[in-house]
C-alpha cells in the first residue's frame, strides 16, 4: 500500500540555519503531497502541497518540490527562526477525492535555538 | 480561526472503563470525518473512516468492538475507547475533509 517516510528527528538548528527534512513516498498512482506543521499545543495545519510532479510548494519561507523520478518531496527552508520549532509531518493523498484520509510519515521534530 | 474541534484535549481513566472524544466540525457539515491515532515517535495511523448517518469504516487490525465510532450528525462524530487497557493509551486525532483536510488538536489518553 501507499507510505510515507521521512528522516527521524529530532533535528536540532541555530537560527538562520538552512533546514532540510527529507521525505519518500510510495504509491501505485499518482498523489497529491502534503508538509503540515504541529506546533505545541495545536492540530496540524498545512503548511505547503503539490499536486503533480515538478509542482513546487511554498509557504513562509519553506519550499517542497514534487519530484516523480524520485519519489521524493523534500522541505527546505533557507534561514529558518525560532519559531519554526515545531513536528513536520509529510503526507500524501492517493487521489485527493473527498472521504480520502491522508497518509503520514513519522513526523520529524524541529528545535530551532536563538 | 478553528475548523475542527475535539474534545477533551487529555484524560486519564481506569481500566475497564470507557471514554468518549468527541471531533466537532465547527463551520461546515462534513459527512465524512476520519479518526487518527499516534504512538511516541510513530506516524499518524489511520484508525477508521466516520461516515454520517452510517457504520464506520474501520482500518485492518482496528478492533469495531473496542473503538466505537458514532457520527450522529453532519457536525459531530465520537470515538469511544471501550473497557480501556493500558494498551489503548495514545494520543488521538480526527480530521475532517472539506477543500483540504483540517485537524483537530487530538486527545491525549492515559489508561492507569
Known amino acids: 500500500g501507499d507510505s510515507v517516510t521521512q528522516m527521524e528527528g529530532p533535528v536540532t538548528l541555530s537560527e538562520e540555519a538552512f533546514l532540510t527534512i527529507n521525505c519518500t513516498y510510495t504509491?501505485?498512482?499518482?498523489?497529491?503531497l502534503f508538509w503540515y506543521v504541529q506546533y505545541p499545543g495545536e492540530g496540524l495545519q498545512l503548511l505547503l502541497k503539490?499536486?503533480?510532479?515538478?509542482d513546487k510548494g511554498s509557504n513562509k519561507g519553506f519550499e517542497a518540490t514534487y519530484r516523480k523520478e524520485t519519489t521524493s518531496f523534500h522541505l527546505e527552508k533557507g534561514s529558518v527562526q525560532v519559531s519554526d520549532s515545531a513536528v513536520y509531518f509529510c503526507?500524501?493523498?492517493?487521489?485527493?477525492?473527498?472521504?480520502?484520509?491522508?497518509?503520514f510519515g513519522k513526523g520529524t521534530t524541529l528545535s530551532v535555538s536563538s | 480561526g478553528a475548523v475542527v474541534s475535539q474534545h477533551p484535549s487529555w484524560v486519564i481513566c481506569k481500566s475497564g472503563t470507557s471514554v468518549k472524544i468527541e471531533c466537532r466540525s465547527l463551520?461546515?457539515?462534513?459527512?465524512?470525518m476520519f479518526w487518527y491515532r499516534q504512538f511516541p515517535k510513530q506516524s499518524l495511523m489511520l484508525m477508521a473512516t466516520?461516515?454520517?448517518?452510517?457504520?464506520?469504516?474501520?482500518e485492518q487490525g482496528v478492533e469495531k468492538d473496542k473503538f466505537l465510532i458514532n457520527h450522529a450528525s453532519l457536525t459531530l462524530s465520537t470515538l469511544t475507547v471501550t473497557s480501556a487497557h493500558p494498551e489503548d493509551s495514545s494520543f488521538y486525532i480526527c480530521?475532517?475533509?472539506?477543500?483540504?483536510?483540517?485537524f483537530g488538536q487530538g486527545t491525549r489518553l492515559t489508561v492507569v
Open positions: 503526507a500524501l493523498s492517493d487521489r485527493g477525492q473527498a472521504g480520502t484520509a491522508l497518509i
Open positions: 504509491a501505485t498512482g499518482y498523489p497529491s
Open positions: 480530521s475532517v475533509q472539506r477543500t483540504e483536510w483540517f
Open positions: 463551520d461546515f457539515q462534513a459527512t465524512t
Open positions: 466516520s461516515n454520517e448517518g452510517s457504520k464506520a469504516t474501520y
Open positions: 503539490a499536486t503533480k510532479a515538478d
